[in-house]
């Protein structure tokens, strides 16, 4: 039995890739498998939530319960949320958001020639900035993916977008983040953190959750 420490709560949680179309038929992309995301839905139904889950395009299946989302671009994926923030009090960006998106989608696929080719790249929105920038703010909780100085780089993030709670992984380590199954964060919040130890995502999704749930008491 788990006791339902999230129930009544609402959870709006962004996971998986986003796709930024070049023409019809392709893409620029990232390895994001969406598995911590998926992880965070499902456990947050089991403690009790109501999940929203706005998910890029990836191969895992709806947790049950979980009313899903499903969007292509970072465009796609920043109205989709903003459609959706007011109803939550707790938000994840636990996507890969692509940063930069080609100028303009051909709507016809590109001919290859014998000349070089360059891509022109914009800007995509900042999602979880977006959020906390929301007059009707949720507690906001962003990821941190670093291969290096992970605490200075999390903790820039953490006040630059003015975000309850950051969670950081070093992806430079084999056997957490991008692809795998298990995973090690530390949680960073304005006067504390926290280190969840290396574990399957699962478990890693029911501590973070807990910890989110326990600085929305206090808040
Ligand atoms: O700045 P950086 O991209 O490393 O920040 C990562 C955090 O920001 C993640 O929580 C990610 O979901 C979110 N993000 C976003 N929209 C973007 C880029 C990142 O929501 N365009």
């Given at each position: 039995f788990v006791e339902p420490v999230l129930n009544g709560v609402s959870l709006l949680i962004t996971a998986g890739p986003t796709q930024e179309a070049l023409d019809p038929v392709r893409y620029l992309t990232n390895k994001s498998s969406g598995k911590m995301g998926y992880a965070l839905a499902e456990q947050a139904v089991a403690l009790g939530a109501n999940v929203t889950l706005v998910s890029g395009p990836v191969s895992l299946a709806a947790p049950a319960g979980v009313k899903r989302i499903s969007v292509e671009s970072a465009a796609d994926m920043h109205q989709a949320v903003m459609a959706e923030?007011?109803?939550?009090?707790v938000f994840i960006g636990c996507a890969a958001v692509a940063d930069y998106r080609p100028v303009s989608a051909a709507e016809q696929k590109i001919k290859k020639s014998n000349a070089e080719m360059s891509l022109e790249l914009v800007r995509n929105p900042d999602i979880l900035a977006d959020v906390a920038k929301h007059a009707k703010r949720p507690f906001t909780v962003g990821f941190a993916a670093e291969t290096n100085d992970v605490e200075t780089y999390a903790r820039g993030k953490l006040e630059r977008k003015n975000l309850d709670m950051i969670a950081a992984n070093?992806?430079?380590?084999?056997?957490?983040?991008?692809?795998?199954?298990t995973n090690a964060l530390t949680v960073y919040w304005k006067d504390g953190e926290r280190a969840l130890a290396h574990g399957h995502k699962r478990q890693i999704a029911r501590q973070l959750l807990q910890l989110i749930q326990s600085h929305l008491q206090s808040k």
């Open positions: 923030v007011e109803a939550h009090q070093d992806v430079s380590k084999a056997g957490q983040g991008f692809n795998a199954d």
